[in-house]
């Protein structure tokens, strides 16, 4: 059974195939053209942690493919009301596929290891597989090619820049985070990163002013993240040099994407007249969640029509 728990999970000729897949998806439904490649299907969204983009994308995306959603949050009682392992299993007896957004990232591989239904990692502390799908996308519409193209991180090395750190391996690009000591992201998941992709350029510094000089890319997030909110002040003093706001626009090349993953605290991590500028790509990169996860869910549960209709 196939899960996509982290993008450890996919080959690099895989991802370039689902990347194919949903920008012809988003094309045919520019055009009007809504092929119901997963008729019947039915997603279950299990969060514990909220979310606009995830849900809505997922749940929307799904329709257009002629599946349908059902979201369940926290009254179904997941490791409440009775172990893991059944309700899994009953999750599986309804469901062709479960997308997950957990605390932490040892409760979605719990429930894959069960292999009961297929499991999406919808964000965990861990890594933010489907946003670094969206995002890769976006540059690829915005730059028209990946390889060898510099994505520049300016924040925390969380989750959505752990993803980001692993997707630009995978796919020949360069990755630099620039964050604060003691924010560097996750040294076993840079191993397995650098394990798995020897070539990987990934490199962590600390002045993001050099960092963005020669960046295709800069991406931020928040400083603190959901369940971090204990932090929050701490954060706010390691960061304060670290917006993504004018001064550091005037180091970065003109033709530099500004991201973020979205929802964005404006005037902390990035200012208004940056995400509002004709560089920020953030609105498009957040429509893109739902192309990008249609191509997954297909090619999850529908690879035959890959085959069959994508060359
Ligand atoms: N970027 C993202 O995952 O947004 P949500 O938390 O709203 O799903
Ligand atoms: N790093 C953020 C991303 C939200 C989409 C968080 O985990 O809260």
């Not at 926290?74 to 009775?82: F, H, M, P, Y």
């Not at 090395?157 to 003691?182: H, K, W, Y």
Request: hydrophobic share 40%.
């Amino acid at each position: 059974m196939q899960h996509l728990l982290t993008l450890f999970e996919i080959s690099p000729d895989d991802l370039k195939r689902v990347l194919q897949v949903s920008m012809d998806l988003k094309a045919r439904l520019v055009a009007g053209d809504r092929p119901p490649i997963l008729a019947q299907h039915m997603v279950a969204l299990l969060f514990e942690k909220p979310s606009l983009r995830t849900r809505v994308s997922f749940e929307t995306g799904m329709a257009q493919l002629g599946g349908a959603s059902l979201f369940l949050g926290d009254d179904v009682g997941w490791g409440k009301r009775e172990s893991p392992s059944d309700f899994t299993h009953v999750l599986g007896e309804f469901v062709d596929l479960v997308v997950c957004r957990a605390k932490s990232h040892d409760r979605v591989e719990q429930m894959a290891g069960f292999n009961a239904v297929p499991i999406i990692n919808g964000l965990t502390d861990l890594c933010h597989p489907c946003q670094a799908l969206a995002d890769v996308m976006t540059v690829q519409e915005s730059l028209g090619s990946l390889e060898g193209k510099h994505l520049t991180f300016v924040g925390d090395g969380n989750n959505v820049a752990q993803s980001l750190a692993l997707i630009c391996a995978m796919l020949d690009m360069r990755f630099t985070l620039a964050c604060p000591e003691g924010y560097e992201m996750d040294s076993d998941w840079l191993a397995r990163v650098a394990n798995a992709y020897p070539k990987a350029k990934i490199e962590t510094v600390n002045d993001p002013m050099t960092a963005v000089t020669d960046a295709d890319a800069i991406y931020t997030d928040v400083w603190t993240s959901m369940g971090q909110e204990s932090e929050d002040a701490a954060r706010k003093r390691a960061f304060a040099s670290y917006q993504v706001g004018d001064k550091l626009m005037a180091k970065a090349p003109s033709h530099a994407r500004v991201l973020h993953c979205l929802p964005a605290i404006r005037g902390q991590e990035i200012t208004d007249e940056v995400i509002d500028s004709s560089q920020s790509d953030v609105i498009r990169q957040a429509g893109n969640r739902m192309h990008a996860q249609k191509g997954l869910m297909v090619w999850l549960l529908n690879r035959p029509w890959i085959d069959k209709n994508v060359t």
